[in-house]
């Protein structure tokens, strides 16, 4: 669930010491967190922001001194324009998120884009793709929402809003649905961006269809009888465990985990969701918190032990949460987000920085 790649002039919003380091300092830009050189920088200095997953040219990086700091891109990647993406790290027990440079031009207002400036690019992995696995594209298979960064958009949700916190679970996204066609419903199965076949040409069933059970069948049919109009319904969830990605989540095998349900392109109310999960015995994403929003609770969402299972039980891999997606109780469309679905969510800065990261498309 990529968000956009957002370059631009930014103000430093505050400046503190690093309670851990004395020749650091934690500055504070829209809503990310970054340590920057002691005494470099002052509140409502102009930067430039480069986040994480920010693919940085060559010269760049070594006009600008961070060509050290930069995560290689895989070797399949074949592209020798970047040095390498941009991480988010803990440095001295707290979470830094890329990275801030003076602008090249102070004229510049705040706000201004400058990602083509800097000719930076956004890091997506590369969809994994078997061989006769891909399915011809259904304008009524929707695609599941991108889903922007809190660091980028930390004013979505006004303060004692009623929202849902879920936790980011770190797999392969996976939809399920029935899309109305002719007189029929036609089921349908797939990756974030990809529709996939039933069986591919080797003859393996797809991974995208193989929960794709009398459950779910029974709980999309459920869900369109409620809404008589429809020609879509979509059940969105993430696949994770053993061969999925580098986190087994204690499991031993496959999971799925629900955490929306669209009809039509349009999304279900959160308790909806949770009703149809509950009925037909869905596991769902954990739920990590319902109430009031708060920005001071974000760092608590993101960060700590998954729910999917007990630490102990992870023999292998990063224990902690990818991080955790914030959504209103009831749907509706962000003016800060340009009149898109109101959803964002929160990368822990350890998962970010854990080892042995691997990172498969969708």
Not at 1 to 11: D, F, K, T
Not at 46 to 55: E, G, M
Not at 285 to 291: D, E, R
Request: overall charge neutral.
């Amino acid at each position: 669930m990529p968000s956009e790649l957002i370059i631009e002039v930014c103000e430093i919003i505050e400046i503190r010491p690093h309670p851990g380091a004395n020749k650091l300092d934690l500055c504070t830009i829209k809503g990310w967190q970054t340590c920057t050189p002691k005494g470099c920088y002052q509140t409502g200095d102009k930067v430039v922001f480069f986040p994480p997953d920010t693919l940085i040219p060559v010269k760049l990086a070594e006009r600008l001194g961070v060509a050290s700091y930069l995560k290689q891109l895989p070797q399949r990647s074949n592209d020798d324009k970047y040095q390498g993406r941009v991480v988010a790290i803990r440095l001295r027990g707290e979470a830094s998120y890329g990275f801030v440079a003076r602008p090249d031009d102070l004229s510049w207002p705040i706000g201004t884009d400058v990602a083509d400036y800097y000719g930076v690019g956004k890091w997506i992995p590369t969809p994994k793709v078997i061989n006769g696995d891909a399915e011809t594209p259904h304008p009524n298979f929707y695609v599941y929402t991108n889903i922007e960064s809190y660091g980028n958009f930390p004013n979505v949700f006004q303060e004692e809003e009623g929202v849902i916190v879920t936790e980011k679970l770190h797999g392969t996204n996976c939809r399920m649905g029935l899309i109305h066609e002719d007189g029929s419903w036609i089921p349908m199965a797939g990756s974030h961006h990809i529709r996939r076949k039933p069986i591919d040409k080797q003859s393996r069933t797809s991974s995208y269809w193989i929960f794709f059970d009398d459950k779910v069948r029974a709980a999309l049919g459920a869900v369109g009888n409620a809404h008589s109009a429809a020609h879509s319904v979509i059940i969105y969830g993430e696949i994770v465990g053993p061969g999925i990605q580098d986190m087994h989540y204690g499991l031993t095998k496959p999971a799925l985990y629900v955490f929306d349900i669209s009809v039509d392109g349009k999304y279900l109310d959160k308790p909806k969701v949770i009703a149809v999960c509950t009925s037909h015995k869905f596991n769902m994403a954990p739920v990590i918190y319902t109430g009031a929003f708060h920005k001071n609770f974000i760092q608590e969402w993101t960060s700590g032990p998954t729910l999917i299972c007990r630490p102990e039980d992870t023999k292998k891999g990063f224990k902690g949460r990818e991080g955790c997606v914030i959504a209103p109780l009831k749907e509706h469309l962000s003016p800060e987000l340009n009149f898109r679905r109101t959803i964002i969510k929160s990368k822990s800065v350890d998962f970010e920085a854990r080892k042995n990261a691997k990172d498969e498309g969708e």
